[in-house]
């Protein structure tokens, strides 16, 4: 191993941790935007997936 | 990782997070379709049952709009039924003004006669007063020449009864003579002839007794009412006048008019004026006889 190529490992773990948190962002944006849909459907039609 | 992976990570967030936001800004925004469902449902119901009113009440009138027309066909007909006899009335009405309308040009006639007629006897009844005052005022005038031949007999009568007496008085004389002719004469046996007159007898004219006898009341006139033709004169019950008695008014030796006694006071007499030749006036004589 060496310096160079720990340096490198590193700034692959890093740059994985952010993608990561990326993904984490756009699901946890996706899941807000499901949850929103589905209390707006049962507040407004008492029903989430079944036609009214 | 690759770089690919990288990429397509990035692209499929930035896409995640663009599409999440359409998406919550259409859900934001979006209608309430159920309240507007309620709504419009609601709506609905109430303009059901507005058309279900409307359309009871439409139903009510256009009964009542069959009951009144019925009523109005059956008044129609009673008055139909009015009209036909109103017409057979006005009919007969005509009759009996055609009728009538010839019984009032009868009666006309009739009444245009019974004018002219009356007319007539108006004219003979003038006359016929006319001829009356002529004849009362004739009557008048022989009852004056009456009453003067009256005074003329009673006259002649008194002096008939002279005469009488002294014939009488000239037969007591006559028969003396005669007793004391057969006393001179008896002795020498003769007896005196029958005297002849020299004026021939004549039958005697014997007087009417008069009937009855004149009271002769008179006086004056003391008022007139030539409106009323009624007048009174001065004398009354103290003088013996009556009700009913009837008093000759003279100016002179003219004849005025007759007053005929309807009240009498004690001195003073109310009567009625008739006859009238002449206005009588205050100061006039009135008398029961002329």
């Known amino acids: 191993m060496s310096p160079d190529g720990q340096s490198r490992g590193v700034k692959a773990a890093t740059s994985n941790n952010l993608y990561t948190i990326i993904l984490a962002l756009a699901f946890f944006a996706v899941l807000a935007t499901v949850a929103l849909v589905a209390y707006k459907c049962y ?10 | ?28 925004n979006a209608d309430n379709y159920r309240q507007k469902y309620n709504d419009l449902r609601a709506d609905k119901d109430s303009l059901s049952k507005k058309v279900e009113d409307f359309t009871k009440q439409v139903n009510e009138k256009i009964e009542q ?9 059956s008044e129609i007909t009673s008055l139909k039924g009015e009209i036909g ?3 057979t009335n006005l009919d007969n009405a005509e009759r009996e003004k055609a009728a009538l309308l010839q019984k009032v040009n009868s009666w006309t ?30 009557q008048i005038r022989q009852r004056k020449e009456l009453n003067e031949t009256t005074a003329t ?15 009488k008085r000239i037969l007591e004389e006559k028969a003396e003579l005669q007793k004391r002719l057969d006393e001179f004469l008896q002795p020498v046996g003769k007896i005196a002839a029958e005297p002849v007159p020299v004026t021939p007898r004549e039958d005697i004219a014997r007087p009417a007794v008069p009937g009855a006898r004149d009271i002769a009341l ?50 003073e007499a109310v009567g009625v004026l008739e006859l009238v030749q002449q206005q009588p006036k205050v100061g006039d004589n009135v008398s029961t006889n002329l």
């Open chain 2, 109 to 138: 006639s009739i009444t245009k006669d019974f004018y002219q007629t009356t007319d007539k006897q108006g004219q003979l009844l003038k006359n016929t007063l006319d001829e009356l005052n002529k004849v009362q005022a004739e």
């Open chain 2, 65 to 73: 709009k069959r009951q009144l027309e019925d009523k109005l066909n």
């Open chain 2, 85 to 87: 006899e109103l017409q």
């Open chain 2, 1 to 28: 990782m690759n770089t690919l992976t990288k990429i397509l990570i990035v692209l499929l967030t930035l896409s995640s997070i663009f599409l999440c936001g359409i998406v919550v800004t259409y859900v934001a």
């Open chain 2, 153 to 167: 007999l009673v006259e002649k009568m008194a002096i008939i009864e002279t005469l009488e007496s002294e014939n």
């Open chain 1, 43 to 52: 507040t407004q039609y008492g029903t989430i997936l079944k036609i009214p």
């Open chain 2, 218 to 267: 008179q006086g004056l006139v003391t008022a007139v009412d030539l409106k009323n033709s009624i007048a009174s004169i001065s004398i009354g019950t103290a003088d013996g006048v009556k009700e009913g008695m009837r008093f000759h008014v003279t100016r002179g030796d003219e004849f005025l008019c007759d007053i005929l006694i309807i009240d009498v006071d004690t001195e």
